[in-house]
């Protein structure tokens, strides 16, 4: 969800391991993008692309010449179009389960030196991870944004500006912030020459078909970036269920960072998330100078949930909402961008009625209406990956979507082929990524990529995922549960003991005061019976 103009929704909506982004840093060289050749080789036996190891081979670059919407009328003004062609167009082909710039890595979903080791990840409501996996997750997104990519520069000219990549123009960035560029980049302005002279109404990630797949991949990639920074291998994106929610119930200093009280528009000095710098934020000065962002940090993260323009979104999206956008069968309808009426996509997106499915709603709903809540970085498209709760909600929505697909079962041939806008077609390659995606190729199930969503399981195995933070407080406070036990066990026996001893004691007086009346004297004369009758009187 970004631009290069930073239109806000409301307006227009350490060691490092190869991954998957631009630019890797093998292929940013002058020889290399003068060649425009991209194929690394592969540690493993220093082959192009693993090549004498069969991991895969350097080959040209296919690009499908099916015409594209009305929406974006140029040709060759814009370095996105027809990815990755004007950067390079011969890159690694992996082979089997292999995947990456160089075929290092292995497909989602798979594992191993082999990578023949099928496994299947469960991203989990944030509210059901114990407090050390929210502390873990907490703690891996802050070491991503303070760990510079030893992999990864990203793009601050135009190829143009690079003449024809003779002056390479790229900067060293953080392995979080490689994500907020991309974001950035895939959904800028096309810049057609000079101070302000730009292209609106173009973005290779939202407003169309490829909305739902791109956010899939990148939140995959993503998640395969942190497993092979921290090496945790079992690391998930959890999600937040934003259904029906009265506020942001994950903007707390224990999770994604409260209020400041110095200022409402701030994160709370006791979150790690204050202290993080946004870049890639101010695209209305990009376009009137008509530059890409160069990745400088541009001030701190914003945030002010609630103190949004209600004209644009009453509030967030309900369950029945969600419901009537899953019902629709038609996966994207008419021109395929914000005007389609009845497009499950277009609903979804926020820019069809969440009640009549009518496309250019004036009022935004779904994944638009959470964006414009939050009322800060998130609330511009260019920006809004540059706070950690853009991964939270799009897994919710990569939820839905996944809804939909086992609820519907479309077939491949339900995503358009042809005349969607530029990058959306089925066969084009997903801006900014290397190695390749075409769009089509995640228009299928999340179980086919390796992943589950705990809240799509059946009821017993929701049950026992569920159960798990307060397995884990009962499991905390379980010593001094046992130890309350056995000193109450001891206490209760010492007052049985005493009140034993006490009863048999008065029930023998008791007993000595009642029993044979007729051999005792009522009255009493002597002055040491009378004193003991005293006694016992007191006694009793």
């Known amino acids: 969800m970004v631009m290069v103009i930073l239109l806000p929704y409301s307006l227009q909506y350490l060691c490092l391991a190869p991954s998957y982004q631009q630019f890797p840093r093998l292929c940013a060289t002058r020889e290399a993008l003068r060649t425009k050749e991209c194929c690394p080789p592969w540690?493993?036996?220093?082959s192009a692309c693993g090549a004498s190891s069969g991991r895969g081979f350097c080959q040209d670059v296919q690009v499908p010449d099916f015409p594209d919407g009305p929406q974006y009328p140029f040709s060759g003004l814009d370095d996105r179009e027809r990815w990755p062609l004007v950067f390079y167009n011969r890159t690694?082909?992996?082979?089997?389960?292999?995947?990456?710039?160089?075929?290092?890595d292995c497909k989602f979903g798979y594992f191993g030196v082999n990578c023949n080791e099928r496994r299947e990840s469960l991203r989990r409501n944030i509210f059901h991870l114990s407090r050390a996996e929210r502390l873990r997750f907490i703690s891996y997104l802050n070491l991503a944004k303070h760990t510079v990519s030893a992999d990864y520069v990203v793009a601050t000219g135009t190829y143009r500006e690079m003449e024809n990549g003779s002056t390479p123009l790229f900067a060293n960035i953080s392995v979080y912030d490689v994500f907020v560029w991309m974001h950035y980049y895939v959904s800028r302005?096309?810049?057609?020459g000079g101070p302000g002279n730009v292209w609106t109404d173009v973005d290779f990630a939202h407003w169309a078909p490829a909305f739902l797949p791109w956010h899939r991949v990148y939140l995959l990639h993503w998640e395969h970036e942190i497993r092979k920074l921290t090496g945790d291998m079992s690391f998930i994106i959890p999600y937040w269920d934003w259904r029906d929610a009265s506020g942001c119930d994950v903007c707390t200093d224990e999770l994604m960072g409260g209020r400041s009280p110095l200022s409402p528009n701030l994160l709370s000095p006791g979150s790690v998330?204050?202290?993080?710098?946004?870049?890639?934020?101010?695209?209305?000065?990009?376009?009137?100078?008509?530059?890409?962002?160069?990745?400088?940090?541009?001030g701190p993260l914003l945030r002010n949930p609630g103190n949004h323009n209600r004209n644009i979104v009453e509030r967030l999206p309900t369950s029945a909402e969600v419901e009537f956008a899953l019902s629709l069968p038609n996966y994207d309808t008419g021109a395929m961008d914000r005007s389609a009426n009845m497009s499950f996509r277009n609903t979804m997106e926020g820019f069809g009625d969440p009640q009549t499915g009518l496309g250019n709603s004036p009022r935004m709903g779904m994944h638009a209406a959470l964006h414009v809540f939050m009322n800060g970085s998130m609330s511009s498209v260019q920006g809004s990956a540059n706070d950690p709760i853009f991964l939270l909600h799009h897994a919710f929505v990569d939820s839905i979507y996944e809804q939909w697909l086992r609820r519907h079962r479309p077939s491949l041939s339900q995503y358009p082929q042809s005349n969607a806008p530029v990058g959306h077609n089925s066969e084009y390659h997903m801006v900014p990524f290397l190695p390749l995606h075409r769009n089509r190729e995640y228009f299928i199930s999340s179980k086919d990529l390796g992943y589950e969503y705990s809240y799509l399981l059946d009821a017993d195995q929701r049950l026992v995922e569920s159960m798990g933070p307060y397995l884990e407080?009962?499991?905390?406070?379980?010593?001094?549960?046992?130890?309350?036990?056995?000193l109450g066990g001891i206490v209760a026996v010492a007052m049985t003991v005493i009140v034993r001893s006490v009863a048999r004691k008065y029930v023998w007086k008791w007993k000595s005061l009642f029993a044979s009346p007729e051999r005792q004297p009522l009255?009493?004369?002597?002055?040491?019976e009378d004193t003991n009758h005293h006694n016992y009187q007191t006694t009793m």
């Open 473 to 486: 407080q009962l499991q905390e406070v379980w010593p001094w549960l046992l130890l309350a036990g056995f």
């Open 189 to 192: 302005n096309a810049l057609l």
């Open 273 to 298: 998330f204050s202290s993080w710098r946004v870049l890639c934020s101010q695209a209305e000065e990009y376009n009137e100078q008509g530059v890409l962002c160069d990745a400088r940090e541009e």
């Open 92 to 104: 690694c082909q992996c082979a089997g389960n292999f995947m990456g710039f160089n075929c290092a």
């Open 43 to 46: 540690d493993g036996d220093g």
């Open 523 to 528: 009255l009493l004369i002597s002055t040491t």
